[in-house]
């Protein structure tokens, strides 16, 4: 009998814990990822590929990874590093009260197999997904540069 009440003990004592932590990640989590600032180059004429850049904006207090990418108007996207050779990366670090930016010094976002030519001005959407399966929607306005 004493070490059953022990076991509920530990597990009331458990289950308290647990309740008092639920609290605290869902008011981490409150404020959303956000992208600002996108924009896709140009593709020439022909071409089956092209670049984009965005700030993405964490205002949690715990780093995000960025994990993958996609947009309607592309069949692949994925992070390139231009540090690397323009190599693919698996995940992009953006720390807790941070913005990183994706530009063309570091990583940035590549388009390949373009569904269609992209105009001079018009807006397409790329969702990037996080590690927390949040999806951060980037409005990117193709341009010249």
Not at 28 to 34: L, M, N, S, Y
């Amino acid at each position: 009998m004493r070490i059953g009440i022990r076991r509920l003990c530990v597990h009331v004592l458990m289950a308290a814990g647990l309740l008092a932590f639920v609290p605290a990640l869902v008011m981490a989590q409150d404020k959303p990822v956000t992208a600002s600032n996108g924009w896709v180059k140009l593709p020439a004429d022909g071409a089956t590929s092209t670049v984009a850049f965005a700030a993405v904006n964490n205002p949690g207090m715990y780093a995000i990874y960025l994990l993958s990418a996609s947009s309607d108007v592309a069949g692949k996207v994925e992070f390139r590093d231009a540090k690397k050779g323009t190599q693919a990366v698996e995940e992009v670090t953006v720390l807790q009260y941070e913005t990183t930016v994706l530009d063309d010094k570091g990583v940035y976002l590549y388009l390949s197999d373009l569904k269609r030519p992209l105009k001079d001005g018009e807006t397409i959407w790329i969702q990037i997904k996080t590690d927390t399966q949040e999806t951060v929607d980037v409005e990117a306005v193709v341009k010249k540069e």
